[in-house]
């Protein structure tokens, strides 16, 4: 699913109002009964009144048009209108005119915040002051009312986009604390960053039935990865195959105290359809892989308790490196020399993250598509530290580009972004899966869709998808606060079972 910027919305919208062709106020029309279909499925009971802010722009007309089709569905509904400014909209104003006679909705029209009456007690309180057309922090009367807003022992939900945020940059002034936000057609890049997490509340996104040809020739710079995006990279397994048709991964893992981060990769990698595993190690964690993971082959490092040496590599298809092997100087010799060595597609995560971010020269030798997994303190380390998470994302994106490889930055919406200048958000997981080794299943998984011939792009997006989906269905099952990272392995099969299951109902 694409997101577009703010920009790219207001012209799909144009877009739209020409080629369907559509008046403008039909399009608010169907904006608002979108929110009003949800707003009934998540408030059925209609004993609380509706209290709904407007401002007398587009955003203010769509909480008007709610207004009436709320009243319509038998709820109470009190309409604010924050009348602070010269200019209403001509679309505002026309709903307006269509509010129903005698009273049936109460109206204010305010021309201070002061003026505001006190509100009925359990009302849920809708923001419809502002949209993704403002373009300043918000000040004076507005700034006023929205910290009035926020003080409410209330629900508060957005219509489109909480009042004061900025969709594609930093939000710096003051901002409706939303619990809910329904926004139109996408999702907005806002969404998925941690300091927006208050003002966003939970989200929803329903369609409007923007015109999709306004896509053609062009494309957005970010993306929500979804299921069906998904279950269209997944491919079928051939009858006469074997193992020998699904590649051959090496994962380098585990060092004395660490081989649980090893037992977790190979666990991961094995369940992510992969036709042979084999996984190099030192000494002391010989026996305790053979035990824990049968199916996997062991290559054994001449060191007892730590990775020093790489073994031959042109038999493997992929490559994973990291999990649990420390920061011992010979550990990042060995690294050095298989990322000069390698021509196979490479997945680097945690302790080789953390070697590379005291050598950043080395980057330089990473293969071309290389995928990146670090966690936010990773990250930093590898590339130093942003003021938020939208400065974040573009030294993210410009890495990624300049150095032609993948970084998977991991989080409640994991983001991938690609050399090409695109990022993709994920939109499976959950806060259970905030547990150690969770890190080392995504890399066994990723390593094994490698070694299977997906290409890189297609391998962090199925592999993202479904680690969080496995973490979803564990959650589910164990509960978020039972997750362990074992029960991700343990769900990668059930996973695959409901990405299957997709592909063969579109």
Known sequence: MQVP???????????????????????????AGAFTRWFVQQYPDRKSAVCIFAGTGNNGGDGVAAARMLHQQGYE???????????????????????????????????TPGEIPRLPGGAKVVDALFGTGLTRALEGPWAAVVAWMNTLDAERIAIDLPSGLFADRPTEGPCVYAHKTFCFEVPRRAFFFPENADRVGEWWVGSIGL????????RAADYF??????AALVRERLRFSHKGTYGHALLVCGRLGSMGAAVLAARACLRSGVGLLTVHLPRCGYAILQTAVPEAMCSVDACEDHWTSIPPIENFSAIGIGCGIGQNTATAQALKRIIRQAYQPLVLDADALNLLARRPEWLSFLPPGTILTPHPKEFERLFGHSANSFERNALQRDRAQALGIYIVLKGAYTAIACPDGTCWFNSTGNPGMATGG???????????????????LEACLLGVYLHGLAGDLAAAEQSQPGLIAGDLVDFLGKAWKVLYTQKRER
């Open 5 to 31: 910027t703010t920009e790219q919305i207001r012209a799909w919208d144009a877009y739209t109002i020409e080629h369907e062709p559509i008046s403008s106020i039909d399009l608010m029309e169907r904006a």
């Open 225 to 230: 990865l979804t299921g069906e995006d998904a």
């Open 438 to 456: 969770s890190g080392d299943v995504l890399t066994g998984v990723l390593t094994a869709l490698l070694a299977q011939g997906y290409a890189p």
């Open 77 to 111: 509904v009190e309409l604010f209108i924050c009348d602070f400014g010269a200019k209403h909209s001509a679309d505002f104003s026309a709903q307006v005119a269509r509010l129903p006679a005698h009273g049936a909705v109460g109206v204010y029209w305010l021309k």
């Open 211 to 218: 015109h999709k040809g306004f896509w053609q020739g062009q």
